[in-house]
């Protein structure tokens, strides 16, 4: 069973930073876009921020200038470094990876368990 694990979430002031990591419990290949999304509590889950094979990113834009997305494509982990966190950035934060393969078995829409962010004073 492939299983994507998330982690870096926790507890964090208004203004502070946090670094979100997402591995593969097992070797993929042939990954694609590998993204993270968040939802809030009575929100719908949204991406925050995308990045596909060949390195081209795309963010939400309220986040645009304060998150970066990278990838390890050698290891294929993907980060999110969140720097000037608000209030409103509390979430659980999702790690997404759009089509892999693992063991001979393609896989589509893959979703990690999720870690949650909250930005509070």
């Known amino acids: 069973q492939v299983q994507l694990v998330e982690s870096g979430g926790g507890l964090v002031q208004p203004g502070g930073s946090l670094r979100l990591s997402c591995a593969a419990s097992?070797?993929?290949?042939?990954?694609?876009?590998m993204g993270w999304y968040r939802q809030a509590p009575g929100e719908e889950r949204e991406l925050v921020a995308a990045?596909?094979?060949?390195?081209?990113?795309r963010y939400a834009d309220s986040v645009k200038g304060r998150f970066t997305i990278a990838r390890d494509n050698a290891r294929n982990r993907v980060y999110l470094q969140m720097n000037s966190l608000k209030p409103e950035d509390t979430a659980v934060y999702y790690c997404?990876?759009?089509?892999?393969?693992?063991?001979?078995?393609?896989?589509?829409?893959?979703w990690g368990q999720g870690t949650q962010v909250t930005v509070s004073s």
């Open positions: 997404n990876v759009d089509r892999f393969i693992a063991s001979g078995t393609y896989y589509r829409d893959y």
């Open positions: 097992v070797s993929i290949n042939s990954v694609n876009t």
């Open positions: 990045i596909n094979s060949g390195g081209s990113t």
